[in-house]
């Protein structure tokens, strides 16, 4: 059965199956590539530590802001259980994970969105951490680099979580002012009310190949044209040829891409240094 | 469960075209006896239709209200604006694509002074309806509406923004143009504003679409508008697999203006007229004509400066959560 | 034979031909329909001295910086013979009259291009009175409007001209600068460098209807794409379609939204009155 | 007349591929004496081949200068950026519509401090050529330039251009989404920095195309680039009704790096090596460098406001006129 690691499991010595074109991996060797298959050059979804792990500066990632709760304000149906299951079985409180950390010794404030955390879905959490990690960069002078990976805005909670489309553009806001460069890495998938507030202003938007991003459910937009969708709608490829994202960039460069763009556009808030 | 306004409403409607109806029998009749019988059936419909309203308008459910916010003789963007702002000047063209008749936009007067105001605008009849694409907004409306932003800036203008679109246009080409980008955009715009900025939700308040031109220093809502981060059809198919279970999403979801009031998302809610503000348009605009001023009034005191702040707060204060 | 009116011979008593659908018109009533055709709609181009008798407060048109006059710099081949004629044919420096005016009471800042005058183009007399005209909104605090009627820039003064482009723009830059607006009405034809600079950045733009408005002449454009052109390619109409247009008004009506949109707009600029 | 760089060159490029293929003789040679008498040959070969650049560069005409201006060989943007802007990191789309890879753009480091560049780029080959769009821009290549400016403001970023386009696409596409408009756009972004500009023509500074991204506070131009606010064939096509004379059309357009000098429209020349920046790419890049480093020394001790006035100022000033 096709099967993607789940974090630990990758040293179990354990095959995985490539989701792109179903063959048996190595897991240490597929680890050891950044979780992209090296037969197709499927880029398989990360887990925020995974993320972390593939990214940043060894042992610098601190997490911040972890002491947040979702609240179910609505009492909407199922999401009391949903949540809970998901907060027990990948111990972490919510679909985005929000801190500091280090690109070549450079401080930057990042959040991650972690897909398997109900869609990666952005409620009143999700939209506080990624507004904080704005707002230190902003106040602390450290660029900001925010992994999305998301179905959207959390639909249960209702209106309160399509106000942190607003939130989180507020957030953007505060960069914007003092000057601080914000990157968004666009990972498979984001949608909807992600894309459309912070994610799609970002300074620079960096895309990992293939990877699916789009305003409706691709269902949705289908319907409601009398336009024929091209065959790589609403993947990477697409965005990028409607002038969307700056790059696509395959995750092992990825390191090195976010690097080179903090330390350049960077250098201006590190006092004294050139960069 | 009524699929429209117009089966929720059938009964009552039917009874006021009655009254109609015997209104115009009565202007013709020469017999006074005659004359005064009718009178008097046409005071008791009225009196029917005045209770009928009274029970069935204090029994809304949230689906109930998803209907009337749809409902098609409900006041649009314009009818307010040619009520309350004169002078309005459309203005069109986002200078990157096209134009788009899913948002008007254009300097007008307010009170006297002038504003920049920007508004989804819905079609009345079938072909305006395709004109105006069901006010579902191209990247090109969200353009042109940061440009209005823009201008209002540096003109020193406050802006007046009318809510009622039940999405941003879902389709490929406004994928391809980045439909998302240019919300998002239109939001961030708003943000950087140091003028007066009043939002308010007339109709359909519809997730991304909506917030894209939200961003107010008061939003403001009418009472029978909603307000929602998905249409509750979308709720129920993804929730329940079954779109026909909307009442429950529409419940679910709290959409109605007394649940946005509740959370502290809008700044007030606007008293429609007794039945509805499509029963009263005028009226309806005069309460928002009410409300705006005051709210202006208030706005025109802060600073550009402490206006961009409240703004910045307002909307940074969204969002509940606990402290472990 | 075909005949417009040139400036004069309105109150002759003649009869003139409508350029659009060849009707004869009397040509008085044409004088009272601002040139307009009362068949066909037909916008005729107009004279600066014609369009300012259509557009302003009476009498309160003032010509500004008509000292200004043309240096055959690059001694371009047939340059000086073509302008020395235009001049005494036309009794005017050159393509473009700046000044101020009024609207209601309202004071302008203004820069008419003229057609008849080497067909309105662009070269470091007229690049400098619409700079002027800008600049003197900007100073002024008086809103800017600029009519729009050329071929684009002037050939003959080579290089030079072009650099009218920028010195242009940077009149508009400065009337940003200080929130005063500056709306450009394109009339027939608006083209090429004139278009590709400060006419297309204006706060709002009002077009005449049915007028040229363009890039590249249509030859070269409708050559250079496998794209097939539409039939009204080049038109207001096109070009309201493609989004770069705010309006297009009518001649009748021209004077009204003119009047509206700089007291509206420049409310801000007059202390102590509420516009 | 020469229709090309390469008919113009053709017996000088036939010496330098003669001198080739005896240094290939010659490398192979093992006789001492035939090995000398071939090295005679070759510097026979290379004093023709310097005498005849000699010659032929001393006497260039203004229509020769079109032709090396469009020399395909020529060093273009990215080959200049690949030799003195290390760390280049290649960003793109406008956010609006499309990715344009007739405008390359991005941050590198000059000097060790980071710059944002920007600059049009030709293709070497007829598939990079197509991809390239020749170097014509369409919209989405002015407004991608546009976001990149912006973000040299906002990061502090001094700024380098590089133009080399026969003129900005001036198809139906084009037109559609507003071409004049985005190069309009872009030349209003340039005033706005407050960051050190320096734009160099390096090939064909072709009319609105350029001077789109040409406004910087130092504009420098390759001895043989030319810059024009019509190509020579069309201004023929125009003045005399025959495009055939060009070379008339390119003398009288005063088109030359000397003539723009001699008008004060640049602020230097580059000197590009013996024969022409396509006989030594290297050389050529060095020389950028160097002007590049002394104009971005001289700009850096400006503060942001006098940045932006100086830039203001020196094209304001640009224009021949009397007063009466
Ligand atoms: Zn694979
Ligand atoms: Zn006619």
């Known amino acids: 059965m096709a099967k993607v690691m789940k974090p630990g499991e990758a040293n179990g010595g354990n095959f995985v199956q490539c989701?792109?074109?179903?063959?048996?991996?190595?897991?240490?060797e597929f680890k050891d590539n950044l979780f992209v298959c090296n037969y197709c050059g499927h880029h398989h979804r990360l887990t925020w530590r995974q993320r972390v792990e593939c990214t940043f500066d060894e042992g610098s990632f601190k997490p911040l802001d972890?002491?947040?709760?979702?609240?179910?304000?609505?009492?909407?149906?199922?999401?009391?259980?949903?949540?809970?299951?998901?907060?027990?079985?990948?111990?972490?409180?919510?679909?985005?994970?929000?801190?500091?950390?280090?690109?070549?010794?450079?401080?930057?404030?990042?959040?991650?969105?972690?897909?398997?955390?109900?869609?990666?879905?952005?409620?009143?959490?999700?939209?506080?951490?990624?507004?904080?990690a704005l707002e230190r960069g902003a106040e602390q002078k450290m660029p900001v680099i925010i992994f999305c990976a998301s179905g959207g805005a959390r639909m249960q909670e209702g209106l309160l979580s399509l106000m942190q489309m607003a939130k989180t553009t507020a957030g953007v806001h505060k960069c914007r002012e003092v000057g601080v460069p914000f990157i968004a890495v666009f990972t498979d998938p984001t949608m909807a009310g992600v894309l459309a507030s912070y994610a799609s202003?970002?300074?620079?938007?960096?895309?990992?190949?293939?990877?699916?991003?789009?305003?409706a459910g691709a269902r949705v937009s289908k319907q409601a044209q009398v336009v024929k969708a091209p065959d790589d709608f609403q993947t990477a490829?697409?965005?990028?040829?409607?002038?969307?994202?700056?790059?696509?960039?395959?995750?092992?460069?990825?390191?090195?891409?976010?690097?080179?763009?903090?330390?350049?556009?960077?250098?201006?808030?590190?006092?004294?240094?050139?960069g | 469960m009524a699929n429209s306004w117009k089966e929720w409403e059938r009964p009552l409607l039917d009874l006021e075209d009655g009254v109609l109806k015997l209104k115009h029998l009565a202007a013709r009749e020469l017999d006074p006896a005659k004359k005064a019988a009718?009178?008097?059936?046409?005071?008791?419909?009225?009196?029917?239709?005045?209770?009928?309203?009274?029970?069935?308008?204090?029994?809304?459910?949230p689906w109930e209200e998803v209907l009337l916010a749809r409902a098609e003789p409900r006041p649009y963007t314009l009818d307010y604006i040619n009520q309350i702002l004169p002078d309005f000047r459309e203005l069109d063209g986002d200078r990157r694509f096209g134009a788009d008749h899913a948002i008007v936009?254009?300097?007008?007067?307010?009170?006297?002074?002038?504003?920049?105001?920007?508004?989804?605008?819905?079609?009345?009849?079938?072909?305006?309806?395709?004109?105006?694409?069901?006010?579902?907004a191209k990247p090109e409306g969200y353009r042109k509406a940061i440009r209005m932003f823009e201008m209002a800036e540096r003109f020193r203008m406050p802006v007046i923004t009318f809510v009622d679109t039940p999405a941003a246009?879902?389709?490929?080409?406004?994928?391809?143009?980045?439909?998302?980008?240019?919300?998002?955009?239109?939001?961030?715009?708003?943000?950087?504003?140091?003028?007066?900025?009043?939002?308010?939700i007339i109709g359909e308040g519809g997730s991304g679409g909506a917030i894209g031109i939200a961003i107010g220093n008061k939003v403001l809502m009418m009472e029978h508008a909603v307000y929602s981060v998905i249409p509750p059809e979308g709720c129920a198919a993804i929730l329940w697999r079954d779109p026909g279970k909307k009442a429950q999403a529409a419940a679910a979801l709290k959409l109605t203006s007394a649940s946005?009031?509740?959370?502290?998302?809008?700044?007030?809610?606007?008293?429609?007229?007794?039945?509805?503000?499509?029963?009263?348009?005028?009226?309806?605009?005069?309460?928002?004509?009410?409300?705006i001023s005051k709210y202006m009034g208030e706005l025109q005191k802060m600073s550009p400066s402490e206006l961009k702040e409240q703004r910045y707060q307002r909307f940074r204060a969204l969002g509940i959560f606990e402290t472990e």
Do not use: W
């Not at chain 1, 202003?201 to 305003?215: H, K, S, T, Y």
């Not at chain 2, 008791?44 to 459910?61: A, C, H, P």
């Open chain 1, 19 to 28: 989701k792109g074109c179903k063959k048996t991996l190595f897991a240490s």
């Open chain 1, 66 to 132: 972890t002491e947040l709760v979702s609240v179910d304000s609505l009492q909407f149906p199922e999401y009391a259980e949903k949540h809970t299951a998901s907060v027990e079985k990948l111990d972490q409180n919510d679909s985005v994970v929000g801190g500091i950390a280090q690109l070549d010794g450079i401080d930057v404030s990042t959040a991650i969105s972690d897909f398997t955390f109900m869609g990666g879905s952005m409620g009143s959490v999700a939209g506080e951490i990624i507004t904080r």
């Open chain 1, 201 to 215: 202003i970002a300074d620079v938007i960096i895309a990992e190949p293939r990877c699916l991003i789009g305003f």
């Open chain 1, 237 to 274: 490829e697409f965005v990028f040829r409607s002038g969307m994202l700056d790059r696509i960039v395959e995750r092992r460069e990825m390191r090195g891409m976010l690097t080179s763009l903090v330390s350049m556009f960077g250098a201006h808030l590190r006092e004294g240094t050139n």
């Open chain 2, 38 to 61: 009718l009178e008097k059936r046409i005071e008791d419909f009225e009196e029917r239709i005045r209770s009928f309203i009274e029970v069935k308008y204090s029994r809304l459910g």
């Open chain 2, 105 to 136: 936009a254009g300097p007008a007067r307010f009170d006297g002074q002038p504003v920049m105001v920007v508004g989804h605008q819905k079609g009345r009849d079938i072909k305006e309806r395709a004109y105006r694409n069901f006010a579902m």
């Open chain 2, 169 to 200: 246009d879902p389709g490929v080409e406004s994928e391809s143009r980045g439909i998302s980008e240019a919300i998002a955009a239109s939001m961030l715009s708003m943000f950087e504003l140091t003028v007066p900025v009043v939002s308010i």
């Open chain 2, 260 to 291: 946005a009031l509740e959370f502290n998302l809008v700044d007030e809610v606007i008293k429609e007229p007794f039945g509805g503000a499509h029963r009263n348009a005028v009226e309806a605009g005069e309460s928002i004509q009410a409300a």
